[in-house]
């Protein structure tokens, strides 16, 4: 069993910071990359940004200078701090996990999501 708990999503004006994180948690035996999604209504999911176990990040271009994502891998924790936000940052943004389990097989785990507003 592997579950993934997020938390630090809610209603922030334009130009204001949210932090996410999201905790790994269950049978694992390693984490190879963690990162956050987001998806907007009528919209396709898509990657915000990502880290692997080795500290390599990638970013969409809309959040890069904006967004920082880091990891604990002894916590099994990624974080997402979010500045100078923007209305088109609204979405419900999902954390994952790539996740080697017990049994030595690699899956895909995603969070419930947490939503994120951006208005004023």
């Known amino acids: 069993q592997v579950q993934l708990v997020e938390s630090g999503g809610g209603l922030v004006q334009p130009g204001g910071s949210l932090r996410l994180s999201c905790a790994a948690s269950?049978?694992?035996?390693?984490?190879?990359?963690m990162g956050w999604y987001r998806q907007a209504p009528g919209k396709q999911r898509e990657l915000v940004a990502a880290?692997?176990?080795?500290?390599?990040?990638n970013y969409a271009d809309s959040v890069k200078g904006r967004f920082t994502i880091s990891r604990d891998n002894y916590k099994n924790t990624v974080l997402l701090q979010m500045n100078a936000l923007k209305p088109e940052d609204t979405a419900v943004y999902y954390c994952?996990?790539?996740?080697?389990?017990?049994?030595?097989?690699?899956?895909?785990?995603w969070g419930q999501g947490t939503q994120v507003t951006v208005s004023s």
């Open positions: 994952n996990a790539q996740i080697i389990d017990s049994m030595v097989r690699l899956n895909d785990y």
């Open positions: 880290i692997t176990s080795g500290g390599s990040t």
């Open positions: 269950g049978s694992i035996f390693s984490i190879n990359a």
